[in-house]
């Protein structure tokens, strides 16, 4: 991987074939998670691949401030001295990162000193209702700024609860989980449908007592009170960032692109399934695993693409990857509905309102909905400035309509693609894609 470009401004022209084998930065959930373990685990932990990112420096920042030893051999390989937590000196600023923010809330709902989570102007819009609501039933002294960010927190004792989610969230999931390793007795969680089960698998493999139960394994319910065991992981490539790739692959003429090492964890891999389902030449290959987590090679060759129906659980296992899937939807033949998608309207953006609104500057014509969208294609993209809206999976999917439309685009504030995949402009312009990552220029 080579250094991030990390420019204002993506000019990205069509033509010619995306070719070549590459790989993508570490899995982001992981990533937070990781740093998260390896503090609160007792000794001192290897993380490989690490994601060096802007939300996971985020919550690394954070967990430095707690006074956490951390060595840095390079940007993506970190020792980390766990078990020795303090309190910070003031408020932790978690930028952009809802999965930093919120998972760090549960940590420190357990812990015997007060802090202050904060975040970006972005960030303060975003709900945290959903994790103080449960924290507070288990006893947590915890206050928001009327539901948001910043969370005041205070030590208070912890008691075992079961709660069901209201919203198939991984995000709330893992807070409750993390607070219940406070707890005085364990604590279940009942999910409407399968969340993405990363804190389940690592806090598993440090030797927690945590069980599944219940026909989908949808019951969860961890021991409190263990020791940790220090983490040692090479982290996956994160098939979230592959996504973009692939689709380029799919909609680009003659492309034939392969992404190696990618997460192929069943609660991610939604986007593989529905790509598929379109008709798209997807291959796995080398599939084996790694820090419990499956893995292996996906290779994408171009491919006409149809329209489909998405709801239901495949919605939960792809959530992230519904503002790229809105770009293969727009190129692909017949109707594409996706339905029960109201959370994209809880993201860094509303992801629903921000993809429509960007791609109709592209002459795209689409249908939103309460829950998700409609979109009748293939239709043609023109060239158009769009923006980013400071959200790095907006930013890309933008720079990938821009790569299959007739005369290319400039998609404004996009350096926020760091905030997940640093690199990837560089990645794109390595296959082949005419993407000029500077200041505003005509298309
Ligand atoms: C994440 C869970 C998802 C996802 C986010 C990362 C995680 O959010 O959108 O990008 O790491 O747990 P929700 O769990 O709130 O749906």
């Given at each position: 991987m080579t250094a991030d470009l990390r420019h204002e401004h993506f000019t990205i022209r069509p033509g010619g074939a995306l070719r070549g084998a590459l790989t993508v930065p570490g899995d982001k959930s992981i990533s937070h998670r990781a740093v998260m373990l390896a503090a609160i685990a007792q000794g001192v932990s290897e993380i490989r691949n690490w994601l060096a990112a802007g939300d996971t420096e985020a919550t690394l920042g954070a967990i430095r401030e707690l006074g956490v030893q951390i060595e840095r051999q390079d940007a993506n390989t970190l020792t980390i001295h766990g078990g020795a937590m303090r309190q910070a000196a003031g408020p932790l600023n978690l930028m952009n990162a809802g999965t930093g923010i919120r998972l760090l809330a549960g940590v420190m709902a357990g812990q015997d000193f007060p802090s202050v989570l904060d975040g970006s102007v972005q960030l303060r819009r975003r709900p945290m209702k959903r994790i103080t609501a449960p924290l507070k039933l288990m006893g947590a002294d915890i206050e928001s700024h009327n539901g948001a960010c910043p969370l005041h927190i205070r030590p208070a004792k912890l008691t075992g609860i079961t709660y069901e989610l209201p919203v198939a969230s991984a995000q709330v999931k893992s807070a409750i989980l993390l607070a219940g390793l406070y707890g005085d007795a364990p604590t279940t969680v009942i999910q409407p449908g399968p969340a993405r089960d990363h804190s389940e698998r690592m806090l598993r493999s440090l030797g927690v007592e945590i069980s599944q139960d219940g026909a989908d394994g949808n019951t969860i319910t961890v021991v409190p009170n263990q020791h940790l065991n220090p983490l040692n992981m090479t982290v996956p490539g994160d098939v979230s960032s592959a996504a973009f790739l692939l689709v380029a692959g799919l909609l680009a003429p003659d492309s034939d692109l392969t992404v190696k090492g990618?997460?192929?964890?069943p609660t991610r891999t939604g986007i593989i399934d529905a790509l598929t389902e379109m008709g798209a030449d997807i291959q796995l290959s080398n599939v084996s695993e790694q820090a419990g987590e499956p893995i292996g090679d996906i290779r994408a060759r171009t491919s006409q693409l149809r329209g489909i129906e998405i709801g239901g659980e495949t919605v939960v296992r792809m959530i992230d990857e519904f503002p790229i899937l809105m770009v293969a939807a727009l190129k692909a033949e017949g109707e594409t509905i996706v339905r029960d998608a109201k959370e994209l309207r809880v993201k860094e953006t509303d992801r629903i309102a921000v993809m429509a609104g960007e791609l109709r500057k592209m002459g795209a014509e689409i249908e939103e909905r309460d829950d998700g969208f409609r979109i009748i294609g293939p239709q043609n993209l023109t060239g158009a400035i769009v923006?980013?809206?400071?959200d790095h999976r907006i930013a890309m999917s933008l720079t990938i309509a821009g790569l299959v439309s007739a005369e290319g685009t400039i998609v404004t504030?996009?350096?926020?693609?760091?905030?997940?995949?640093?690199g990837f402009a560089e990645a794109l312009i390595n296959c082949g894609a005419k993407l000029l990552p500077s200041a505003a220029q005509s298309p």
């Open positions: 990618v997460n192929l964890n923006d980013g809206h400071d504030d996009a350096a926020c693609a760091g905030d997940s995949f640093p």
